[in-house]
């Protein structure tokens, strides 16, 4: 882990410099649905797959 909140100690922030691509999130999904996050991550995985 990367970063954590200085009040409550929840992960803010992660890096795993030996993978290409790292999505971490802490977020309400049904509040944005339309942010492109998910199809961002099926987007690289299903890429990783083809490979």
């Known amino acids: 882990m990367t970063g954590r909140s200085p009040e409550d100690g929840v992960v803010e ?4 410099p030996d993978r290409r691509f790292v999505l971490g999130v802490l ?7 339309g942010d ?11 890429a990783s797959l083809l490979r």
Request: net charge negative; no cysteine; aromatic share 4%.
């Open 36 to 46: 492109g996050v998910i199809g961002a991550l099926v987007e690289a995985a299903g």
């Open 27 to 33: 977020w309400h999904p049904e509040e944005h649905a």
């Open 13 to 16: 922030a992660i890096e795993l």
